[in-house]
């Protein structure tokens, strides 16, 4: 799952959006201090998403280290940003989602965290850190995080969901969207018939399928970007979207439309992003002074007031926009805590939950 930016001031967009998956845009941001007389400074090269690079996240390192230049790269999707680091790209950091953490890990593209050295861990809830923890060692820490979950068009049903089977309501019939992902779904489905997502048989994987294939009645369409499930709703011709994200729910009511973000009774789905430091590091200092600067409080309260994320600095929410906060549960850790994360799978099994979607769409 990767984020997608929008800004409370204009709601703009991640330029993720738009840039194609298949290249790399660079973008070199020179800070003051460097000499007159042109001398190169050090590098801290930040493999990224375009959005995040704003000076107002790295503010500290900027004033801890005036001599050194930052070096942002950009990538539009985890499997890109994996598929780059294992061609042996060189980067100081990377910020991939948790789904792909392991990745990471077992292909030795990533090297464990001191984690003496993380100024800002103690101040995360341990929902989202352990997402970051292999064979006993912190590999990654989270910045990031967001859901997954039920968004509803208040006006147009007579009964609000309030769990991830009601998508199965005939109520809804022909006005149900979900988002083109199977291993989303695939989630969804487990969620409603009971199994653990991430340890199904191959039994509760064709009942998964099955499962699926009866939502179908319900369908009017799959959704696959924010725009896109953002106008189903606003027309009307779509009542309730699956697996919708928070920022849909921000845009709508921006534009005045009746719209509701369920949290399920099985839990929302959720996805962390984080910082992980690659083996090809070649300035672990800095890139710990980086991590330091924008898991500080204050930068964790920019990323809420101006991008309506979760913040993994826990110290954050009660600082930040309270209207933003209240509204998508930014400081609620019981949330947290009964939320389903997605987790790193194999090559085999995406490819297999990839098959499986692609036969409950060619189902009639």
Not at 12 to 32: E, G, H, N, P, Y
Not at 124 to 139: E, K, R, S
Not at 182 to 205: C, K, N, W
């Amino acid at each position: 799952m990767k984020p997608l930016i929008w800004r409370k001031s204009a709601l703009r967009k991640s330029a993720t959006l738009v840039l194609s998956a298949t290249f790399l845009v660079s973008v070199t941001i020179l800070l003051a201090g460097c000499g007159a007389s042109g001398s190169r400074a050090t590098t801290l090269n930040v493999f990224e998403w375009s959005g995040y690079e704003l000076p107002e996240f790295w503010q500290q390192f900027a004033e801890k280290h005036p001599d050194v230049r930052v070096d942002f790269s950009f990538f539009g999707e985890d499997a890109e940003a994996f598929a780059k680091m294992q061609t042996g790209y060189v980067t100081d950091l990377v910020h991939p989602c948790s789904g792909w953490w392991q990745l990471y890990v077992d292909n030795n593209l990533v090297q464990p965290l001191d984690v003496s050295r993380l100024e800002h861990l103690d101040k995360m809830p341990a929902a989202l850190t352990a997402l970051g923890v292999f064979n006993g060692q912190q590999y990654f820490i989270p910045w990031e995080w967001g859901y997954e979950s039920i968004l509803v068009r208040t006006d147009k049903v007579q009964t609000i969901p309030t769990s991830w089977a009601d998508l199965w309501n005939p109520e809804y019939a022909a006005h149900v969207a979900i988002y083109d992902s199977g291993e989303a779904q695939h989630i969804v489905a487990s969620l409603v018939l009971g199994f653990d997502p991430f340890d199904t048989t191959p039994e509760e994987d064709e009942a998964i399928v099955q499962k699926l294939i009866q939502l179908k009645p319900n369908l009017l369409t799959y959704w696959t970007d924010y725009t896109e499930v953002v106008q189903l709703v606003a027309s009307g011709d779509v009542w309730v979207a699956g697996s919708a994200w928070p920022d849909s729910l921000l845009l709508l009511l921006n534009e005045g439309v009746p719209a509701e973000y369920i949290t399920p009774v099985e839990g929302r789905i959720g996805y962390v992003c984080g910082f992980g430091i690659p083996t090809s590091a070649r300035n672990v200092d800095l890139a710990y002074d980086y991590i330091n600067a924008v898991t500080s409080t204050e930068a964790m309260v920019f990323l809420i007031n101006e991008y309506g994320y979760g913040a993994a600095n826990m110290e954050a929410p009660p600082l930040a926009d309270q209207e933003i906060v209240t509204l998508l549960g930014l400081n609620d850790l019981s949330s947290l805590e009964k939320t389903t994360f997605y987790e790193s799978v194999t090559a085999a099994r995406r490819e297999q939950l990839i098959n499986d979607w692609a036969r409950v769409k060619a189902a009639p």
